[in-house]
């Protein structure tokens, strides 16, 4: 695991407890070689109608926040993309 994806899973281990509060979780996927970070939602995040409420003020936010040099955050498994 580089650097990068280790700022990403410490960005995401932030905002996990709030997840599984809800009996979701989030999975880091990849991050492109443009600084996209692709997650899979799992879950109760999978069909919760606040999903993409979720992928941007809480996920997004928490991983750029702590990685600013990440362009975008995209959810492999929510059907329209952020």
């Given at each position: 695991m580089n650097e990068l994806s280790v700022k990403v899973e410490e960005a995401l281990d932030q905002i996990r407890p709030y997840l599984q509060a809800?009996?979701?979780?989030?999975?880091l996927v990849e991050i492109t070689?443009?600084?996209v970070v692709k997650v899979e939602l799992?879950?109760?995040?999978?069909s919760c109608s606040m999903s993409?409420?979720?992928m941007k003020a809480g996920?997004?936010?928490s991983i750029k926040r702590?990685?600013?040099q990440i362009k975008s955050?995209?959810?492999?498994?929510?059907s329209v993309a952020i």
């Open positions: 809800d009996g979701g979780n989030v999975s070689d443009d600084f799992l879950g109760a995040c999978k993409m409420m979720t996920i997004e936010e702590s990685v600013p955050v995209e959810a492999v498994n929510l």
